[in-house]
């Protein structure tokens, strides 16, 4: 008798369940998965719930502590993200800033992000400690309504400390322009002026690489790279204004590699980010058009087996929607179990709280590896059903399974 879709799934929850490993108050099983790779790439399944911000939390102080990671990037505002790694490193006291800096798509802040700044100020801060963490931020706007005159004008600003003459003449450039160069606004443009805003930025973009050495001479290395990346994240919005909202993982692709050479040789990078940015494999869509590839798949061919991705799964639980990109009233929400047949359920189902699962160490064949080979149904956000189709062995290294989530918590609340 032929197998079965249910008999398949049951070989899947034998297996998981000999294989899993126990994760959460021992962290210890993250040695094996990550090895010695450059990049660990831990995905959240949704972006409101405390027990992936607080686990986020203690997988990177350990990958710090035990592992030699000196920097996390997260899926935040590049811009916002240096005001973390000013605090963190000690060059700023605005924890509010810095708190906010790490998750810059809602006005709210959370605890959660708060005790991350907090953990590496004190590590900086420490006598023992021969290297500081730096905190990165790989979005090119990081938030709902971007706005590009707020990554032009910091690049304008920088100018004037260097080449004033030339900063009054870009600024002359882009003051008709800017109006137009926002989420609302581009839409409406004519043709004719979109094509003068995108020569613009490109244009701005190179006066910094023409004038690298003269102007990072006269003020710093790092005031000079600061300015610089905003103009790079303006020609990044304007690219993804132009693909119809496409850009974004191409652009945090871009943000990562430019990470990695700064953190140089040496460095070990901790990216944090939604499981949809971070899968080495997406489905494709039917129509070219709406090809969206994910930030990990642009950037594995360069890193190849220095990135390890480990997605998180959840069952159930309860969360609030503190984005608002859903219209819900942010009151407490119950976050039904997943369907049975999502790779969530079938989790759910090896009989485990928490577990960290290698998906490395699948059978080379056989009804277990081909399950995961195949698209799977994985949960994405919550509180709405929404399924990703995945295919988990081709898209993720490893799977953090927790059981229940619950909201993340506001700070000062």
Same mark, same amino acid.
């Given at each position: 008798?032929?197998?079965?879709?249910?008999?398949?799934?049951?070989?899947?929850?034998?297996?998981?369940?000999?294989?899993?490993?126990?994760?959460?108050?021992? @962290?210890?099983?993250?040695?094996?998965?990550?090895?010695?790779?450059?990049? #660990?790439?831990?995905?959240?399944?949704?972006?409101?719930?405390?027990?992936?911000?607080?686990?986020?939390?203690?997988?990177?102080?350990? !990958?710090?502590?035990?592992?030699?990671?000196?920097?996390?990037?997260?899926?935040?505002?590049?811009?916002?993200?240096?005001?973390?790694?000013?605090?963190?490193?000690?060059?700023?006291?605005?924890?509010?800033? %810095?708190?906010? $800096?790490?998750?810059?798509?809602?006005?709210?802040?959370?605890?959660?992000?708060?005790?991350?700044?907090?953990?590496?100020?004190?590590?900086?801060?420490?006598?023992?400690?021969?290297?500081?963490?730096?905190?990165?931020?790989?979005?090119?706007? $990081?938030?709902?309504?971007?706005?590009?005159?707020? =990554?032009?004008?910091?690049?304008?600003?920088?100018?004037?400390?260097?080449?004033?003459?030339?900063?009054?003449?870009?600024?002359?450039?882009?003051?008709?322009?800017?109006? !137009?160069?926002?989420?609302?606004?581009?839409?409406?443009?004519?043709?004719?002026?979109?094509?003068?805003?995108?020569? %613009?930025?490109?244009? #701005?973009?190179?006066?910094?690489?023409?004038?690298?050495?003269?102007?990072?001479?006269?003020?710093?290395?790092?005031?000079?790279?600061?300015?610089?990346?905003?103009?790079?994240?303006?020609?990044? =919005?304007?690219?993804?204004?132009?693909?119809?909202?496409? $850009?974004?993982?191409?652009?945090?692709?871009?943000? #990562?590699?430019?990470?990695?050479?700064?953190?140089?040789?040496?460095?070990? @990078?901790?990216?944090?980010?939604?499981?949809?940015?971070?899968?080495?494999?997406?489905?494709?869509?039917?129509?070219?058009?709406?090809?969206?590839?994910?930030?990990?798949?642009?950037?594995?061919?360069?890193?190849?087996?220095?990135?390890?991705?480990?997605?998180?799964?959840?069952?159930?639980?309860?969360?609030?929607?503190? =984005?608002?990109?859903?219209?819900?009233?942010?009151?407490?929400?119950?976050?039904?179990?997943?369907?049975?047949?999502?790779?969530?359920?079938?989790?759910?189902?090896?009989?485990?709280?928490?577990?960290?699962?290698?998906?490395?160490?699948?059978?080379? !064949? $056989?009804?277990?590896?081909?399950?995961?080979?195949?698209?799977?149904?994985?949960?994405?956000?919550?509180?709405?059903?929404?399924?990703?189709?995945?295919?988990?062995?081709? !898209?993720?290294?490893?799977?953090?399974?927790?059981?229940?989530?619950?909201?993340?918590?506001?700070?000062?609340?």
């Amino acid at each position: 008798m032929a197998a079965t879709a249910a008999d398949d799934a049951e070989r899947v929850v034998a297996w998981s369940a000999q294989h899993a490993v126990p994760f959460g108050d021992d @962290l210890t099983p993250l040695k094996a998965v990550v090895g010695d790779a450059r990049v #660990l790439a831990f995905g959240e399944g949704t972006h409101n719930a405390s027990e992936l911000w607080t686990l986020r939390n203690r997988m990177f102080a350990y !990958a710090v502590e035990q592992l030699g990671f000196t920097a996390i990037a997260a899926e935040t505002s590049l811009s916002e993200g240096w005001m973390t790694d000013d605090y963190v490193t000690g060059k700023s006291k605005d924890l509010d800033a %810095a708190t906010h $800096g790490v998750f810059s798509w809602t006005a709210a802040s959370f605890e959660e992000n708060r005790a991350l700044v907090e953990w590496m100020r004190a590590y900086n801060a420490r006598p023992t400690t021969s290297r500081k963490v730096h905190f990165y931020g790989l979005e090119m706007s $990081g938030t709902t309504r971007p706005d590009g005159r707020l =990554l032009v004008q910091p690049a304008i600003d920088y100018m004037r400390t260097v080449d004033a003459k030339r900063a009054q003449a870009v600024e002359s450039r882009f003051s008709p322009l800017l109006p !137009a160069f926002n989420v609302t606004q581009w839409p409406k443009t004519e043709p004719s002026t979109q094509d003068q805003l995108v020569i %613009a930025v490109q244009e #701005l973009v190179s006066l910094f690489e023409r004038y690298q050495v003269l102007w990072a001479a006269k003020s710093s290395l790092d005031a000079y790279q600061r300015a610089y990346r905003h103009a790079v994240a303006a020609r990044q =919005l304007v690219a993804h204004s132009r693909m119809k909202g496409q $850009g974004r993982d191409i652009a945090a692709a871009e943000n #990562l590699r430019w990470v990695l050479e700064r953190e140089g040789p040496k460095g070990r @990078l901790f990216v944090f980010a939604h499981n949809s940015h971070v899968a080495k494999w997406r489905m494709l869509p039917a129509d070219d058009a709406e090809l969206h590839s994910t930030m990990a798949e642009f950037v594995q061919p360069l890193l190849g087996n220095d990135l390890v991705v480990i997605a998180s799964l959840y069952h159930r639980g309860e969360t609030r929607d503190w =984005l608002g990109m859903f219209g819900f009233d942010n009151q407490l929400r119950a976050v039904p179990p997943s369907k049975p047949e999502s790779l969530n359920g079938v989790m759910s189902r090896v009989g485990k709280p928490s577990f960290l699962l290698d998906l490395r160490t699948l059978p080379n !064949a $056989g009804p277990v590896r081909d399950w995961f080979a195949q698209p799977r149904p994985v949960r994405n956000i919550n509180v709405r059903e929404e399924y990703n189709q995945i295919k988990p062995a081709a !898209a993720f290294d490893a799977l953090l399974y927790i059981d229940a989530i619950s909201p993340l918590h506001l700070t000062g609340k």
